[in-house]
């Protein structure tokens, strides 16, 4: 009942089906702003995922979090794939070897995503980017799992729909200037989405 | 959604595989990850010159490839750019020991990409093509988008590998053609995604988006579809004030289609630009004509304007045999 | 109707402005009557080849004129025939002595114009092209139409005329592709005539015409839209059964795109068609892959087989330089 | 009051603007069943008629037609140029010198017309093409112009009708097989109009 290796890798699993449910709004999403791939993108990749998942689950929760990074930077492309696939990297590398993960290696996890995609992507708050959603809830606490990602979760989605006011100045979208405002980020949204799955799955542990 | 296709995840696939039977001496195609490689690579001692994008724009860029442009292309699905791998499985390839250059569109997708790979990959120089007046250059932003320079800097700099300059002077062609060259661009509808099955946006039949780039995003504005002439001066006029281009300067003038637009049209387009070029003081010293650049079945245009001098001016006119540009051999 | 035009009473006129402008060193285009020829004619001793026919088929005719391939092309209003003067001002422009082959698409109009052309003109030989399956082919009616295997007859002919065959041997080139080739097409939409301003039919989100012309006309049928594999193999196999084509036969295959079809669909529908060959024992020994015979902005495709010998291959193979297809110069 | 050389000019002046006004008609009913230009290329070719006789106006009726031919085959292009200017260079070479028509005149001139056209299109009756019209309006009769230039229109009316229900043999229609059943042939329609005015124009002599 701890979150070890098997219960991170059927996290992914259940985001992945989260992301298939979700493919066709975020198209629609990317499509108002953007070119319309980010759920196709995602779909394709989390599809990679689920795949090399069901090869072999690697034994430690950090090992399932490089594969899950691993798998996207090099299936997806786009923003998305280099992105997602960076802020999987980091948090691998923020939980290290552990057997099994901690409120405070979650924690750490999600900071690290952060950091990543901040790094790869120089997105700063209110880009309208990804890192609206993320920044909040790498700052959530919570003295267990569920609880921290659950607040993790409402964080990022009170994150992704600070969004739809603003113009963009990172991705796609900052090239429509005020024509983005009304619109929520894709990739926001999907942040979102996924911690939400996350949380869910923490609460069936 | 009326296309030509089977499966929409395939296309891109399916499409490879139509690409490599038309040019059976021409490419070598792989797949897993997919790659476009010119059959005579690697050349050794020779440059590698390499670039990739999202599928959709066709011929751009594995029409380019070929002897005297591009060594490979690595065509990632449609409107997304190719990943890392992708790029590296090209670069292992076509390296033909003088170092790679790396050609890349701005968007943010394409650039982390292509850093990634090359991250993986020695001796290798990136420049990034970013021509697209209609869009605020700022260096808080992701920054100008690539569009229609790719296909001159592409010939640029792979006429110069081709002809023995090392990477630095690749590479420094490569931004020369960057930094003399603009464009903007105008869509009459909207290009259908395959794997979205409606078109990117709806726009009425008396409205024009201007300054679209080429992944069926919105543009800049919309705009009271006029004749030509305006049209064509609402794209020209941008273009020339951003280098400035001034009387005197001698250039080379790019009409592209964004792949829906007929030929007729085109070159309708084309004569009102060279007029007004020519009304500017501005000598048109060389010209391509032709959906180069594309978005699916977009109907546009897009206008790109490069400075030359005789240097650029040679290797522009040096042969290359590749799908879609040929000449000289 | 969004075009990028000005008057629609102009639309080729001012087309042709930017044809001119667009290729200066290679044509001379002269307005009324219209004639587009290569800069380099007349040659003496060598046999003019001129082609026309109605515009808003670009490339064809005008794409195609430049050494080894047309002397000249007459371009008619958008789907009208050239008139005889446009003809008569071509020959008198091109012929360099030996000879005006003329080559002509089996269209009444076109026929009747080039006829009374032929009549002002001495030593002619005209060669009509009428290769599209999807019309019976009957003594009582006006036979077949001219389509893809155009563009095949004018680099064949064009070819032999700049080897320096003389008039029987080039009319005698032509009609062998004529004799060899057979093509069909298809629409998933209709093109919009710029006098007209409506779509020249309506056709559901669902439906193809299968057997469309390239002047807007309906197709001998509608059919269900279903996959790339069933479309292709529709238009395929009335091909094969025509001439017919059989195992062991060595062919090019021509994957044409109507206009608005992009490069990755028509190289998705190239690549089946090379399988659906390979399958039947056909060996595909050159190809042709691009929007060359298109009707405006039509979206859909056409196929066309011809098949070669040595002395056809030789002659396709030969260099030429034309705005619209151009290798070995 | 008789029907000299100006008569006829301006006859072809008031055909020429009953072209222009079925311009559009001409123009459907050649989109259903060919290429759309047909009303167009009428109205493109009787517009520089117009403007070669408001150059100079010949001194006969056979040269006023011989004019109307010759700008047609030089200007019009497609099926109907050489095929309306061949009917118009026969109907001139019918009528020869004279100063004036008759109704003999007439008649063989829409004999002369209905020749050429065959002889240059090779389609017989009931093939759906301007015969049809034309054919059954050179059998018309009449004791003066106006009557028999009346009864012309009448029966290439009802000729250009009796198109409706035919498959296409000739032109441009032949290619749409079944499909071309219930369509007005646009040559046939065009012949009707071209006789009712020169009818109209006689009347008024
Ligand atoms: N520089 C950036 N930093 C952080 N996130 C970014 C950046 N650029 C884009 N994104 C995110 O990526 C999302 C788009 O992803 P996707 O559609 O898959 O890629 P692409 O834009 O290449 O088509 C955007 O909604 C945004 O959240
Ligand atoms: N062989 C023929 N004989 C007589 N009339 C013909 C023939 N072919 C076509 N036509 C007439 O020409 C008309 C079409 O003229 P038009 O549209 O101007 O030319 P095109 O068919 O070249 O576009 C048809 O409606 C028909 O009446
Ligand atoms: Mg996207
Ligand atoms: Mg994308
Ligand atoms: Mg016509
Ligand atoms: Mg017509």
């Known amino acids: ?205 | 959604m009326k296309k030509i296709i089977n499966n929409p995840a395939d296309v891109v696939t399916d499409a490879l595989r139509g690409l490599a039977a038309a040019h059976p001496a021409l490419l070598r195609v792989t797949r897993d990850p997919a790659v476009v490689a010119w059959a005579g690579s690697p050349v050794a001692g020779k440059v590698a010159v390499i670039s990739g994008g999202g599928s959709g724009h066709e011929p751009l860029h594995t029409g380019f490839v070929g002897p005297g442009m591009l060594d490979a292309a690595c065509p990632g699905a449609v409107f997304t750019s190719p990943t890392p791998d992708q790029v590296q499985a090209a670069a292992a390839q076509v390296d033909g020991g003088a170092g790679v250059l790396l050609l890349v569109k701005n968007y943010t997708g394409d650039v982390l990409n292509f850093e990634t790979a090359a991250e993986f990959l020695d001796n290798t120089r990136t420049v990034l093509i970013d021509d697209d007046v209609a869009v605020q250059d700022s260096s808080f932003t992701a920054g100008r988008r690539g569009v229609g320079a790719t296909v001159l800097v592409e010939k640029i700099a792979g006429a110069a590998a081709a002809a023995g300059a090392d990477l630095d002077t690749c590479a420094r062609l490569a931004e020369a053609v960057v930094a003399g060259a603009r464009s903007m661009g105008l869509a009459l509808t909207a290009p259908t995604v395959p794997h979205v099955g409606s078109p990117s946006f709806v726009l009425p039949e008396d409205e024009v988006e201007v300054g679209i780039g080429i992944h069926g995003e919105p543009g800049r504005r919309r705009e009271p579809l006029t004749d030509a002439s305006a049209l064509v001066a609402a794209l020209l006029e941008p273009i020339l004030d951003d280098l400035p281009f001034v009387a005197g300067d001698e250039v080379l003038l790019f009409t592209n289609s964004m792949g829906g637009t007929p030929l007729l049209e085109l070159y309708l387009a084309h004569g009102i630009a060279e007029e007004l070029l020519a009304a500017r003081g501005i000598t048109v010293i060389r010209r391509l004509v032709g959906p180069y650049v594309t978005s699916l079945d977009m109907q546009g245009i897009s206008l790109t304007l490069l400075r030359l001098d005789p240097a650029l001016t040679d290797l522009w006119d040096a042969p290359v045999h590749t799908a879609a540009l040929r000449w000289g051999m």
Do not use: W
């Open chain 1, 1 to 205: 009942m701890g979150c070890d290796a098997r219960s991170v890798a059927a996290a992914v699993v259940a985001a992945a089906g989260v992301v298939g449910e979700h493919r066709d709004e975020l198209v629609r999403l990317d499509q108002a702003m953007g070119d319309a791939d980010h759920g196709e993108n995602l779909r394709r990749g989390f599809g990679f995922v689920v795949s090399a998942l069901d090869e072999s689950t690697p034994d430690t929760p950090g090992a399932v979090l490089k594969l899950v990074a691993s798998v996207l930077i090099s299936k997806v492309g786009g923003a998305a794939g280099p992105l997602f696939g960076t802020s999987f990297l980091r948090a691998a590398g923020a939980v290290g070897a552990a057997e099994e993960l901690t409120p405070e290696l979650v924690s750490a996890a999600l900071g690290a995503a952060l950091g990543g995609v901040v790094a790869r992507g120089k997105a700063e708050l209110g880009d309208k980017t990804m890192v609206d959603a993320l920044a909040p809830a790498a700052s959530a606490r919570g003295a267990d799992i569920p609880t921290l990602l659950t607040a993790a979760a409402i964080a990022a989605d009170a994150g992704a729909e600070s969004t739809i006011p603003l113009v963009a100045r990172k991705g796609r979208a900052s090239y429509l200037g005020e024509r983005a405002i009304g619109h929520l980020d894709p990739g926001a949204r999907s942040v979102a989405l996924l911690l939400r799955s996350f949380a869910n799955s923490a609460m069936g542990l």
